[in-house]
C-alpha cells in the first residue's frame, strides 16, 4: 500500500481539563475516499480542525501530503481543500463574484481560473446559480458551490465536514457522484456524514468515539467484526448442492433446506464466483444477498465502546 | 368543532395554497390523514416541506378550499388547535440559560399545565429521554443529539394531539436518532406525529410517506407501496471496478440510472424497455469485472429519486 497521504501519532486536544481528542493514531491512503465517523461530541469535528491546520493540537503529530501540519499549519492549505457544516460562501456577493474571490487567495485568474471555474460550474450544475446570491439558493445547491469553490486550486486532499447534513436525496446523489470522479482523478477524499449509507461510498472507515479511535478498516471489515455479515439465500436450487457450495466458498449455513440461508463475514471474488456459478448452473434458482447495513455496523460500534467505557 | 378520536379525519386538507408574495409555496395541497400514524414528509429542498408544517401547526395564513386540522380551520380563529399541537421547528429555538428542567416548566407554564401534572409529565418524558441526568445543565451547553430531544420533550408536555417535527434529527448521529425516533412511535400511541427528514432509512420507517415538490403532493401512501409502485426494475452488480462497470452497463440499451458504490453498482432499469430479468442479469454477468449480479428490491434512495425524475406518480 502507497505511503499515507494523512498520517498522525498520537494526535490530542484538550479543552482546560476536557480531553477532546485523545491520542488518535490515523493512516490514510492515498486516492481513497476516507469516512471518518463518529456520533454528536466525539471529537470528530475538532480532529478535522486539526488536520487542516486552523487549530494547534494539545500534542502528537500530523502528516498531510508531506507537510508538517503542527510546525507549519500554513503550509498546508495550498495542498488542501475544506468545506464545513456551513458553507463559508460570502452572503451579498453572487456566486461568481465568491469563486473570484476564493480565486484571488490562491493566486488563480484569468484564462486559467475561466478554464477551471467553467469545468466545476459544469460538472456541479451550477450554471443557473452563478449570478445568484449564496443566501437565495436551495441548500444543495449551496452545497454543491461550496464544494467547486474548494476545489478550485487543484486540492490534492479534500476535507468534507457533514458535506449533506440536510440535503436532499437528489442533490446528494449528484454530490457523491462529483466526490467519485474526484477521487477516481487522484483525490484523496475526506469526509464525515450522519447518513451512514453514503459509507458505501467510502473504501475505508474510521470511527471516533469520546475523542479515541474505536475502530478503522474497510467497511467490510467492520461489517465482518460487529455484524453477523451478509446473508445469502438461495431459493429453488438443489439444497445440497448449493449448501457444499456455499460451504467450500467459505459460507456458514444457517438453514440447510431450500432455500438454504448462510452468512458471511465479508463477500470476496471467491464467494462471488460461486454464487455467479450457481446462477449458471440453476438458471431458475433465486439468490439474494443482504448487506448488513453500515447505520447498523455503525450503531453496534458505538455501543460496544459506550458499554466499554 | 370535532376532535381527535371523532370520525372526522385528523388532517383534511384541499386546495391549500400558501404564497409567499408572488411565489407558490404551497400550490395546491390534498392530503388527508384519518389515524394516528408517523407521518413522513419527504421531497427536494425548497418542496414546501416546512411550509407544510408551519401550515398545520396553524402558523400560517393560508387558502384552501377546506383546510382542517384537528377539526379546526386553519383560515380561522387556531388559538384552540395551537393549545393541542407540539411543533419543533428547524431551528433549535429554546432557551439556551434555561436548564433542561426550567424549560419545561416554562413551556408547562405556557400551556398551563398544574404543577402536579408538570411534575409528572416532566419527570417522565426526563426518563424517557435519557435527559435526567442533565436536569440542572443550561439547555445551550447540551450536544446536538440532547437539544433535541429536549425540543421534543418540551413539545410532548402538554400530551399534543398532534406533533410536527422540521427535520428534527438533521446533523444528529445515529444513536440520538434511534432515541428520538423512540420518542416519535411512542407519541403515535395518542398522537399524530408528521416529521419532515432527509434520510432514507428514517422515511422508510414511516407509516405515511407524503412526497412533497414544487408546494404539491406526488404522492401520499405507505413507504412499501412507494417502493413497489416504482415503474423499474433495480439490480446490483457486485464489482471492484465500478467506474468500468458504469462505463459497460451504459451500452446496454435499457438501462436508466446508474448508481455506483464501492463495491458494487445499482442498476435501475424501467420497466417499459426491460428485456425481463434474467436477459437483464445474463447481460450483467457478461460485464467484464462483474464477480455477480443480482435483482434487488427497490430501496428509498431509488424510490426518492424516481419521483424527483418524475416517475412513479
Same mark, same amino acid.
Given at each position: 500500500m502507497s505511503a499515507p497521504i494523512i498520517r498522525t501519532r498520537g494526535l490530542t486536544k484538550r479543552f482546560g481539563t476536557f480531553l477532546?481528542? %485523545?491520542a488518535v493514531d490515523l493512516a490514510v491512503p492515498p486516492r481513497t475516499i476516507f469516512a471518518f465517523l463518529g456520533g454528536n461530541g466525539s471529537g470528530k469535528s475538532t480532529t478535522i480542525r486539526m488536520l487542516i491546520g486552523i487549530l494547534a493540537p494539545t500534542a502528537g503529530e500530523i502528516e498531510v501530503d508531506g507537510i508538517d501540519v503542527v510546525r507549519r499549519p500554513r503550509q498546508v492549505r495550498d495542498h488542501i481543500g475544506y468545506m464545513g457544516q456551513r458553507v463559508s460562501l460570502y452572503q451579498g456577493l453572487t456566486l461568481r463574484e465568491n469563486v473570484e474571490f476564493y480565486a484571488g487567495l490562491f493566486g488563480l485568474q484569468g484564462r486559467r481560473l475561466e478554464q477551471r471555474w467553467g469545468e466545476l460550474r459544469e460538472r456541479f450544475a451550477l450554471e443557473q446559480a452563478e449570478g445568484e446570491r449564496p443566501e437565495n439558493l436551495p441548500a444543495g445547491i449551496r452545497q454543491r458551490a461550496g464544494l467547486a469553490l474548494g476545489m478550485l486550486h487543484h486540492p490534492r486532499v479534500l476535507f468534507l465536514d457533514e458535506?449533506?447534513? /440536510? @440535503?436532499?436525496v437528489r442533490s446528494r446523489h449528484l454530490f457523491w457522484h462529483v466526490i467519485r470522479e474526484e477521487a477516481a482523478g487522484g483525490t484523496t477524499v475526506f469526509v464525515t456524514t450522519?447518513?451512514? $449509507? $453514503?459509507? $458505501?461510498?467510502?473504501?475505508r472507515v474510521a470511527c471516533i468515539e469520546g475523542g479515541k479511535l474505536i475502530a478503522e478498516g474497510a467497511p467490510d471489515e467492520l461489517r465482518a467484526r460487529f455484524t453477523p455479515g451478509y446473508r445469502i439465500t438461495v431459493r429453488g436450487a438443489p439444497p445440497a448442492v448449493v449448501a457444499g457450495e456455499l460451504v467450500s466458498a467459505g459460507c456458514t449455513i444457517?438453514?440447510?433446506? %431450500?432455500p438454504v440461508c448462510a452468512t458471511i463475514p465479508s463477500l470476496r471474488p471467491a464467494t462471488l464466483a460461486v454464487l455467479a456459478r450457481l446462477r449458471e448452473v440453476f438458471a431458475q434458482a433465486e439468490i439474494t444477498v443482504e448487506q448488513p447495513e453500515m447505520a447498523e455496523v455503525f450503531r453496534r460500534m458505538l455501543a460496544a465502546a459506550r458499554e466499554a467505557s | 368543532m370535532a376532535h381527535a /378520536? #371523532?370520525? $372526522?379525519? =385528523?388532517i383534511r386538507l384541499r386546495g391549500l395554497v400558501k404564497r409567499w408574495g408572488p411565489r407558490l409555496a404551497l400550490a395546491g395541497i390534498d392530503l388527508e390523514i384519518s389515524q394516528p400514524a408517523v407521518v413522513g414528509v419527504v421531497g427536494p429542498? &425548497?418542496?414546501g416541506k416546512s411550509t407544510l408544517l408551519r401550515a398545520l401547526a396553524g402558523l400560517l395564513d393560508v387558502e384552501a378550499a377546506e383546510a382542517r386540522v384537528l377539526g379546526f %380551520?386553519?383560515?380561522? %380563529?387556531v388559538t384552540a388547535l395551537k393549545a393541542r399541537v407540539g411543533y419543533v421547528p428547524?431551528?433549535?429555538?429554546?432557551?439556551?440559560?434555561? #436548564?433542561v428542567e426550567e424549560n419545561m416548566r416554562f413551556t408547562a407554564r405556557l400551556h398551563r399545565l398544574d404543577e402536579a401534572t408538570c411534575r409528572q409529565r416532566t419527570t417522565d418524558l426526563l426518563e424517557r429521554t435519557q435527559l435526567a441526568a442533565f436536569?440542572?445543565?443550561?439547555? /445551550?451547553? =447540551?450536544s446536538g443529539g440532547m437539544k433535541q430531544k429536549l425540543a421534543v420533550a418540551c413539545a410532548l408536555l402538554p400530551a399534543p394531539a398532534l406533533l410536527l417535527l422540521d427535520e428534527?434529527?438533521? /446533523?444528529?448521529d445515529v444513536l440520538a436518532r434511534a432515541e428520538l425516533w423512540n420518542l416519535f412511535t411512542a407519541a403515535r400511541a395518542s398522537a399524530l406525529v408528521v416529521t419532515s427528514t432527509s434520510y432514507l432509512e428514517e422515511a422508510a420507517a414511516c407509516d405515511i410517506l407524503v412526497c412533497l415538490d414544487r408546494g404539491q403532493v406526488l404522492a401520499c401512501t405507505s413507504p412499501t407501496a412507494l417502493r413497489n409502485a416504482l415503474p423499474f426494475e433495480c439490480y446490483r452488480a457486485w464489482t471492484e471496478a465500478t467506474g468500468a462497470v458504469v462505463a459497460a452497463a451504459r451500452?446496454?440499451?435499457?438501462?436508466g440510472s446508474l448508481r455506483p458504490r464501492a463495491a458494487h453498482v445499482r442498476i435501475d432499469v424501467p420497466v417499459e424497455r426491460s428485456p425481463g430479468p434474467d436477459a437483464v442479469l445474463r447481460d450483467l454477468h457478461g460485464l467484464? &469485472? @462483474?464477480?455477480f449480479a443480482e435483482r434487488i428490491a427497490p430501496d428509498m434512495e431509488a424510490a426518492l429519486l424516481g419521483l424527483a425524475r418524475g416517475e412513479g406518480r
Open positions: 477532546a481528542v %485523545d458535506p449533506t447534513a /440536510g @440535503v436532499d450522519h447518513f451512514l $449509507e $453514503e459509507v $458505501e461510498h467510502c473504501d444457517t438453514q440447510a433446506s %431450500d | /378520536g #371523532s370520525a $372526522e379525519p =385528523l429542498d &425548497g418542496a %380551520d386553519l383560515r380561522r %380563529d428547524q431551528v433549535w429555538s429554546l432557551h439556551p440559560a434555561l #436548564s436536569r440542572h445543565r443550561p439547555a /445551550g451547553a =447540551l428534527p434529527t438533521a /446533523g444528529i451500452t446496454l440499451p435499457y438501462v467484464p &469485472g @462483474v464477480h
